[in-house]
């Protein structure tokens, strides 16, 4: 099977790559230059020409494959019109094809869950940073009449492979020498490692019905200030942690600053129930902790 995975290079899309040529599939990844196309080629992908932002490179992308996982963001203020136009461009070419699409969403679109975990059934009430979310899924869903076969998965905070929104708190330790975190820091994060993720993704194109929704979601959800003083372990700065106002931290990330500090426990039992998923990789305080012998000499 050839898969067109947008973002190949990054986070998510570079963990589901991984993951779909380890199983014998055939990776496609959009190159918008030649040395974008050459890092593509170099981690034995085949490159396509196309951008995000060009709607008719990405049909033509798109006609091409047997199916197309989209997992690339932009993340900065044209996030939601770039995504909107990304995807109809996707699910125009894929009409009456009965080829899967992947949508990657996030589990930002329930917002501030309390105490109970929100689960794909739960209403959805995104934070601003996110909100373009909620109309979009259920445009992509409603694809189903269209010849389409949708998935959409929510992930939740991502990290793994030195990546992530937890190494901005890497980072703030190895040049301050204290972890900063967004908040009081007592809001809760419910995690998932990139490799389980593409695990679930590849579990998704084999056996999820279209028209369904999975979370991307493991293992309890953490207070943040016990993830940020696990990130200035893994940098070296022997735990010190030290917190960031959201009013001050909004001044810097805008919307970003909001979704940090969102309070979320999230269910990922659907997917283990539904396609087997079992993930099993360590937790992102371990994650971070591990980071500091090789931080160390950086």
Not at 230 to 235: D, I, L, Q
Request: aromatic residues 6%.
């Amino acid at each position: 099977m050839r898969v067109l995975v947008t973002g190949a290079t990054g986070l998510i899309g570079g963990a589901i790559a991984r993951r779909l040529t380890a199983a014998g599939q055939d990776v496609v990844g959009l190159a918008r230059s030649a040395a974008s196309a050459a890092k593509l080629t170099a981690l034995g992908y085949q490159a396509i020409q196309g951008d995000l932002a060009d709607a008719a490179s990405l049909a033509d992308a798109t006609l091409n494959v047997d199916a197309v996982i989209h997992a690339a963001s932009p993340n900065d203020q044209n996030t939601a019109a770039y995504d909107e136009a990304a995807t109809r461009a996707i699910v125009g070419a894929l009409r009456d094809t009965s080829k899967r699409f992947i949508y990657t969403s996030g589990c930002l679109v329930y917002g501030a869950t309390g105490d109970v975990p929100a689960t794909e059934d739960s209403p959805l009430h995104p934070v601003e940073l996110v909100q373009f979310r909620q109309a979009l899924e259920a445009e992509i869903l409603d694809t189903v009449a269209e010849g389409v076969h949708p998935i959409v998965i929510r992930p939740a905070w991502v990290y793994g492979d030195h990546g992530g929104t937890a190494m901005m708190m890497c980072a703030s330790a190895t040049e301050d020498g204290a972890a900063r975190y967004v908040g009081d820091g007592q809001n809760r994060w419910t995690c998932v490692h990139a490799d389980d993720l593409a695990d679930l993704y590849l579990l998704a194109l084999d056996k999820a019905p279209a028209g369904s929704i999975f979370n991307g979601a493991h293992g309890p959800a953490i207070a943040l200030i016990e993830i940020a003083r696990a990130a200035s372990y893994g940098a070296g700065a022997e735990g010190r942690v030290a917190e960031w106002p959201l009013k001050d931290a909004r001044q810097a990330l805008w919307s970003f600053a909001d979704a940090i500090a969102c309070d979320q426990l999230v269910s990922g039992e659907r997917a283990k129930h539904k396609l087997g998923w079992r993930p099993s990789r360590h937790s992102i305080v371990d994650e971070l902790r591990s980071y500091a012998p090789l931080l160390g000499r950086l």
